[in-house]
């Protein structure tokens, strides 16, 4: 009986690329984010962070990819508009009464430079906080002049070269008052996280009614560039139903990463940290990074489109 010749692989044949080779190499990515560089747009990327419904992972969201995009080589500004201040605490900054915070900037006390803080995460990454003086803050902006532009008044080129960030990111409250439209007048992009649930799209109508208002009346330059599905289980039926409904619905807005449903996401922020430095070999910290890079390259196809 004839045996099979045995013949030596070329390295092409013996590096196949299978599934666990790719986590591995995302995983990588994340332990050693000088081995990766991200694009730097040609101009400043504005972005708010927007889903009245709460829940959907939009501070998570907005930290986390602000945290990717900084760890990997651009300067990043966040801009906690919430009066809770999660975003503030997941990026180690204080924000306890009394430290300068968006409440004084949006009041005019404050420029944006002087309430701006390091995080504790990269120096690449700055934060301006919100404290619990924020909570009254739509009530103080109601007898204010141009009220819906104040956080636009403070984002001047001037303020924003002084920080000189390639994004900015605007963490909006889940509410559709006045902060959010101060977010969105002062952005020209908003991002919108969908989670991988039956209500997913409950609210979603009114958020891009609002939108479409702004653009009208306020900032014709506003659009909806991207949309980030969150909190996604593969053991779930539902949550493909969700995944192609919305990509039926929004076609190329909707970014291919998906981001799962993680513990390590949700522990993260205890720690004042992002998942991306509390567990970097997570799935949740590779997925935001991976959305992070496709949010960066977009970007810059678009530009040079």
Known sequence: ML????????????????????????????????????????RRRVLTVANQKGGVGKTTTTVNLAAGL??????????DLDPQGNASTALGV?????????????????????????????PNLLCV??????????????SMVARESRLKEALTSEALDQLNPDYVFIDCPPSLGLLTVNAMVAAQE??????????????????LRNIELVQS??????????????MYDGRTKLADQVTSEVRGHFGDLVLRTVI???????????????????????????SYLDAARELAERGAQEEMS
């Open 260 to 286: 799962p449903r993680s513990v390590k996401v949700s522990e993260a922020p205890g720690y004042g940290q992002t998942v991306l430095t509390y567990d970097p070999g997570s799935r949740g910290a590779m």
């Open 129 to 142: 906080p919100a404290t619990i003086d924020l909570a009254g803050a739509e009530i103080e902006l109601v």
């Open 190 to 207: 908003v991002l919108i996280p969908i989670q991988c649930e039956y209500y997913a799209l409950e609210g979603l109508s009114q958020l």
């Open 3 to 42: 045996r099979p010749t045995t013949q030596q692989q070329t390295p092409e044949e013996s590096a196949v690329w299978t599934p666990i080779a790719e986590e591995a190499e995302r995983a990588t990515r994340v332990l050693h984010p000088h081995s990766l560089r991200l694009p730097r747009p040609t």
């Open 94 to 122: 204080d924000h306890r009464s009394g430290t300068p915070s968006v409440y004084e900037v949006l009041i005019g006390e404050l420029s944006l430079g002087e309430a701006a803080a390091v995080s504790t995460q990269t």
């Open 70 to 79: 900084a760890l990997h080589g651009l300067k990043v500004l966040v801009i």
């Open 217 to 230: 009346h306020l900032n014709p330059v506003l659009n909806v560039s991207t949309i980030l599905l969150t």
